[in-house]
């Protein structure tokens, strides 16, 4: 999908609110908005550096009472380039998170969800002469799962609130590795960066989680956000154990959001 289809969606998704909040549901608040900024993948037992992605960020949040339901949806605006030792290519990164949160103090909320996420990358040959087929390869990197956690904030009145959360998750991992270029050795015993096909493992970990919402008007309001995802990967193939195999996800973002 390219990224005039993902704004058009995206775009439509906030035009549809008004006409949510002005239903039979008077005392349900409707927010939702934008925001823009980056985000990092870092997978270290297969790539040589982190991916960086410029990434379009959208919340759509249902709250009533003591109670919160939320999407958060999360895309790259351009594909990011790669550089690995035999090869170059082109990566993206979509994420969603739905979230049922419950306010047990006016500081402190508990959550839990579920989420996914999934890595993309097309990898072409970095040297390839002119008489040969150019040979493209894909791979992708997908997490999907549960998760529960914790939040605490701080409210200033004249500076907004402050806001910190910590998450644990257990995911269903599905990776679709391609052919490793490298040549080795027939008796060399199999490292991680050998497997090849669809790897399947659990993934396990922490979110951590800070925010801060500035009211600009009365409905309008500014807000900034970093979130770490930080998890290790275990996964058993054809009698060989890979533990803790990190992969590291890190999004910055700045933006408005709306109260309908």
Do not use: C
């Not at 005392?27 to 270290?44: H, W």
């Not at 949160?101 to 002469?129: A, C, H, M």
């Not at 951590?208 to 900034?224: D, I």
Request: without cysteine; proline residues 3%; glycine residues 6%.
């Amino acid at each position: 999908m390219d990224v005039s289809a993902r704004i058009a969606i995206l775009t439509a998704l906030l035009v549809s609110q008004p006409a949510v909040a002005n239903s039979a549901f008077d005392d349900v608040r409707v927010i939702s908005g934008v925001s823009l900024g980056y985000s990092n993948f870092s997978f270290p037992e297969k790539l040589d550096h982190e991916i960086s992605f410029p990434s379009l960020n959208v919340p759509i949040i249902f709250a009533v009472d003591k109670w919160q339901l939320s999407a958060n949806l999360q895309t790259t605006l351009k594909d990011a380039d790669i550089s690995e030792e035999e090869d170059v290519g082109k990566a993206s990164r979509n994420d969603l998170d739905i979230t049922l949160g419950y306010q047990l103090s006016s500081n402190w909320t508990v959550f839990g969800g579920y989420k996914y996420g999934k890595t993309k990358i097309q990898f072409t040959p970095r040297d390839i002469e002119d008489d040969e087929e150019l040979s493209i390869t894909n791979e992708s990197y997908g997490q999907k799962g549960p998760f529960i956690g914790v939040g605490y904030h701080w409210r200033f009145e004249k500076a907004g609130s402050l806001s910190f959360s910590v998450a644990y998750a257990k995911l269903n991992a599905t990776n679709d590795f391609s052919k490793n270029t490298d040549e080795e050795e027939a008796d060399e015993a199999p490292e991680f960066d050998d497997l090849t096909g669809t790897v399947t493992g659990d993934t396990k970990g922490f979110s951590y989680s800070m925010s801060w919402t500035m009211p600009l008007s009365t409905n309008l309001l500014f807000q900034t956000r970093l979130k770490i995802n930080d998890y290790q990967q275990d996964i058993f193939f054809e009698g060989n154990n890979f533990e803790d195999i990190d992969e590291t996800f890190t999004s910055l973002h700045v933006g408005l959001a709306y109260v309908f």
